[in-house]
């Protein structure tokens, strides 16, 4: 059996040779045609051009990552099923007819189990053919019902949700679908719709920014007309609660407490860090005079306990300056 092997071998070696030469030959130049990578975040389809007797329906598969080996006479669609974004501006008309420029961003995910189908419905230019054209006349057929104004103020997000909400529902058959929903026919997932820009025309982009300054303006005024009340009820209380307290401790005040007070502020002024000259009064009522050499100011006890006490909005402190500024005379 060897040796008839050999003999068969020997006799056609020629011809072996040349066929594999010729394989190998045909293999470098259709590698690029029968080899296909799929890296990550992929998907591909493979196309089938001939039918085959035991499955006469079978066109297409589906091929995962990793490599792929095809026919040279079959076809390789890879297609990105990693969420993608894209802009664009669209030309739309308001409600009351103002012609107008929107940029939209949408984010979507191809359905990686649906992409034979997908690659039979659209194709590759899925983006060109269905999403823009889709979203963009869902765009169109909202802002229609609204005003200008109401779409570059307070209607925005509304508008974007009713895009989203249209764009994705069962009564378009566009095979487009919301977020978490996989159903059989759905091969394009949206993730949101944004409106990132809207360009009016200039007069009008000038007359509601004006308008809307002007509210803000009005606005302003009423917290200011507001906290005006406010303040002059606080006032109101507190010349209250000052009088309140004028009554009360009024008939408390004599003399003595005056002038117990003056000497507190005077040894307080005394016992300071600054080099002083005290006069000492020459009456059994009177307070000493301190000079300030330091800073070169000549102050009497007097002004040392207007100073060192709050605001002068009692009694107290009224009658403290007016005792110590007669006894201060008196020296």
């Known amino acids: 059996m060897k040796n008839y092997l050999h003999a068969v071998f020997m006799r056609f070696r020629y011809g072996f040779i040349?066929?594999?030469?010729?394989?190998?030959?045909?293999l470098i130049v259709l590698w690029d045609k029968i080899v296909y990578r799929v890296p990550d975040?992929?998907?591909?389809?493979?196309?089938?051009?001939?039918?085959?007797?035991?499955?006469?329906?079978?066109?297409?598969?589906?091929?995962?990552?990793?490599?792929?080996?095809?026919?040279p006479w079959d076809k390789f669609f890879l297609y990105d099923v990693r969420l993608k974004t894209h802009n664009e501006t669209y030309q739309v008309v308001s409600q009351e007819g103002l012609h107008f420029e929107i940029e939209m961003t949408f984010r979507w995910r191809v359905v990686p189990e649906n992409v034979v189908e997908l690659n039979q419905t659209v194709g590759l230019d899925y983006l060109q053919s269905m999403l823009i054209?889709?979203?963009g006349s869902v765009l169109r057929h909202v802002v229609a019902d609204y005003p200008a104004e109401a779409l570059y103020t307070f209607e925005r997000n509304a508008v974007q949700a009713r895009i989203y909400?249209?764009?994705?529902?069962d009564s378009l058959p566009n095979h487009i679908g919301?977020?978490?929903h996989r159903e059989p026919g759905i091969t394009i997932v949206l993730q949101d719709t944004l409106m990132t820009r809207i360009q009016l025309p200039e007069t009008l982009q000038t007359a509601i920014e004006s308008k809307l300054a002007e509210s803000e303006m009005v606005q302003q005024y009423q917290f200011r007309v507001q906290?005006?009340?406010?303040?002059?009820?606080?006032?109101?209380?507190?010349?209250?609660?000052?009088?309140?307290?004028?009554?009360?401790?009024?008939?408390?005040?004599?003399?003595?407490?005056?002038?117990?007070?003056g000497i507190e502020a005077t040894l307080q002024l005394a016992e300071s860090d600054n080099?002083?000259?005290v006069v000492i009064g020459n009456s059994a009522s009177g307070l000493p005079l301190i000079l300030d050499t330091a800073e070169g100011v000549r102050s009497s006890a007097a002004t040392a306990t207007v100073n060192s006490e709050p605001d002068a909005d009692s009694g107290t402190e009224t009658s403290s300056q007016t005792g110590t500024t007669n006894s201060s005379q008196r020296q």
């Open 18 to 26: 040349f066929t594999v030469l010729i394989l190998v030959f045909l």
């Open 227 to 261: 906290r005006e009340i406010l303040e002059s009820e606080r006032k109101q209380i507190e010349a209250e609660g000052i009088r309140n307290f004028q009554e009360t401790v009024a008939p408390a005040i004599t003399d003595s407490y005056l002038q117990w007070r």
């Open 275 to 277: 080099a002083k000259v």
């Open 133 to 135: 054209p889709e979203i």
């Open 165 to 169: 909400e249209e764009v994705t529902s």
């Open 178 to 180: 919301a977020r978490g």
């Open 41 to 71: 975040g992929h998907e591909a389809v493979i196309w089938h051009s001939f039918r085959f007797p035991w499955a006469p329906n079978y066109h297409s598969e589906l091929a995962g990552e990793g490599l792929a080996f095809i026919w």
